[in-house]
């Protein structure tokens, strides 16, 4: 299909300059793509019951059809409907090969009063009464009038819902004793991309949101903190160490906290009596804020405080390498199940030790660039969220703690080998839900993902995966990135041609596997075993102890990474083994002796 730059149908990509207001920024033009996304403004007023966890909602949104297709049906996702006993997420969390520990069969013991649902009492386009259904976790609407391209239509809807008993990420009353943590418990719009919907029903998994605004007002005992995404628009009013300056708040049993989020596809909040809040400025950068509970340990909240210095020097790490964060807070809030990254903040344990808050804050942090504001579909593509997040995290981890790993990634480089060894590794391509084991799922997601970019690094040198990192986010930022969007931008800042990576690694379960096969005076023959293809750093030591490196160019890679090693002729994928000479006697041959190839055979690497 042509492109034609005069067709309405035909965006410029969106940019933002800044979300340091409280106000959306006006979309910039960054290139002459025929790149749309959908928009959605939301207003929300939430009255919360926290001796019933029952809360009623009104919601105006304001939906903004950007794509070329007229819309005849929307969805939305209704999250808590999966905490419900013989849900999609019970039934597949009980008869999944291998159980997540934290899950089991703990849904199917709900009792009413502790399920999760989200009940749609009236939905309105544009004053129109709507034909609804709720199928499971998603609600299936049918338009009264089609959606055209360019149209903004507003939907408003009454809504009442419960929160469940916290069996995972969202829920309350968790085993840290937090009272709330209130994520995706609101009537989301589904996304509609060029890919069409992605209605995906909650099996347990990850996300995909609408990029917008939220102006969100959550009414709520007096007593209560709450902590999460945008912006708090009534400090004086709120208190709770809020308030910018004294003043008498009135006498009543609840208040309401309005916050407003601009530019994000999502809202997440949590809330309990017993919140300490603590605040610490990065300098040239966001107010991070602090959310945990009084009753920890005394060890407990000395972790807390001492973390919150090192939290300054992450979000400063993340910003010099990938991009600078672009609001002007974030939150760590005590969530009190695992962590989980949310629109400017997230929910992570609090009870943990000094390193495993320190991993868990560094990790979720680091999923501020890689998923909330390169906002890919972490249901499809979760390696690119989860991935990307550990092999930043574990950089920044190295630099901040100054661990002074050589490889920052090599326990990631492990188990992904562990896993295509094991006979159980599905391709990167699976969808997040259709893994036959969690434990697939996990190794993938986290671990594959991060070796893509750490090897990245191997395929086209470092100084060009930094710059490819920096552009990536440079030109997706707000938007919703592929697979194809990250290895083209490697490919032009490197030169190189390199969808066979993307093909091999993500698409495929094909391994490398690379060995030196005879060694003869001062002669080598390698040979290919596995199916990927890869170039090849090999270093030679002669018999008289001097050592030289080489470097053996891929042929379908059209060019080399800048190297000082000894050049050699290109090794073409389909020939099984290649040999070269060098011009002394041979002691030694090791391929790959920094170990940055994901070679699922290390032993037959050296000879």
Not at 572 to 582: K, L
Request: glycine share 6%; with cysteine.
């Amino acid at each position: 299909m042509k492109c034609y730059l005069a067709s309405m149908f035909c965006f410029l990509a969106i940019g933002y300059t800044s979300a340091q207001t409280n106000t959306a920024t006006s979309p910039q033009s960054t290139s002459n793509t025929c790149y749309w996304q959908q928009h959605v403004d939301y207003k929300m007023t939430i009255d919360m019951d926290v001796n019933t966890y029952q809360y009623k909602g009104k919601q105006t949104l304001a939906y903004t059809n950007n794509s070329p297709d007229v819309l005849k049906r929307v969805y939305y996702h209704l999250y808590f409907n999966a905490f419900q006993p013989g849900s999609e997420m019970d039934v597949r969390s009980r008869t999944i090969a291998d159980p997540d520990r934290r899950v089991k069969d703990r849904i199917s013991k709900l009792q009413p009063d502790e399920i999760g649902f989200i009940k749609v009492i009236s939905l309105t386009q544009n004053g129109t009464a709507l034909h609804y259904e709720t199928v499971g976790t998603v609600l299936e609407v049918d338009l009264a009038k089609p959606i055209q391209p360019g149209e903004t239509v507003t939907f408003d809807m009454d809504f009442n819902a419960q929160v469940p008993l916290q069996i995972r990420r969202s829920g309350r009353n968790n085993k840290e004793g937090v009272a709330l943590s209130m994520a995706q418990w609101y009537p989301k719009m589904a996304e509609y991309d060029f890919e069409g919907w992605h209605a995906d029903p909650y099996i347990g998994r990850e996300f995909h949101g609408v990029w917008g605004n939220f102006d969100v007002k959550i009414t709520i005992d007096k007593n209560y903190v709450i902590g999460g995404t945008g912006y708090l628009q009534n400090p004086n009013q709120i208190g709770h160490g809020y308030e910018t300056e004294k003043v008498k708040r009135p006498k009543t049993d609840k208040l309401t906290w309005h916050f407003v989020a601009p530019n994000v596809h999502d809202f997440t909040w949590a809330a309990d009596p017993d919140y300490i809040h603590d605040t610490m400025q990065v300098p040239d950068g966001p107010m991070l804020h602090f959310f945990y509970k009084n009753s920890l340990t005394k060890e407990q909240k000395t972790n807390w405080k001492q973390l919150q210095p090192k939290s300054v020097e992450l979000m400063h790490y993340f910003s010099k390498a990938i991009g600078n964060y672009p609001y002007n807070q974030y939150s760590i809030i005590q969530g009190g199940d695992g962590g989980m990254e949310y629109g400017m903040c997230t929910l992570i344990l609090g009870e943990g030790s000094f390193d495993g808050l320190k991993g868990v804050i560094a990790h979720e942090m680091a999923h501020t660039w890689f998923q909330f504001l390169l906002a890919t579909n972490e249901s499809k593509h979760p390696w690119m969220d989860e991935g990307f997040a550990t092999y930043i995290e574990n950089a920044a981890i190295n630099s901040v703690f100054n661990e002074g790993k050589a490889n920052p990634s090599a326990e990631a480089y492990d188990a992904y080998i562990y896993l295509a060894k094991s006979g159980i590794e599905q391709p990167l391509t699976t969808h997040s839900d259709r893994y036959n084991f969690n434990r697939a799922y996990g190794i993938a997601s986290y671990s594959k993902g991060a070796v893509f970019l750490a090897q990245l690094e191997y395929i086209m040198g470092a100084e060009y995966l930094k710059q490819t990192i920096q552009q990536y986010f440079k030109d997706f930022a707000f938007k919703h990135p592929t697979p194809n969007d990250i290895i083209r931008t490697a490919e032009k800042i490197s030169g190189l041609e390199l969808d066979w990576y993307l093909t091999d690694f993500a698409q495929t379960t094909n391994t490398i596997d690379y060995g030196v096969k005879v060694i003869e005076s001062n002669t080598v023959t390698l040979e290919r075993i596995g199916l990927m293809p890869m170039p090849i750093d090999v270093t030679v030591t002669y018999t008289d102890g001097s050592v030289q490196d080489f470097y053996i160019p891929l042929q379908m890679m059209r060019g080399e990474k800048p190297t000082t090693a000894t050049l050699l002729k290109d090794w073409a994928w389909a020939y099984p083994t290649y040999t070269f000479q060098t011009k002394k006697p041979i002691k030694s041959v090791e391929i790959d002796p920094k170990n940055l190839m994901a070679d699922i055979h290390k032993e037959n690497n050296k000879k």
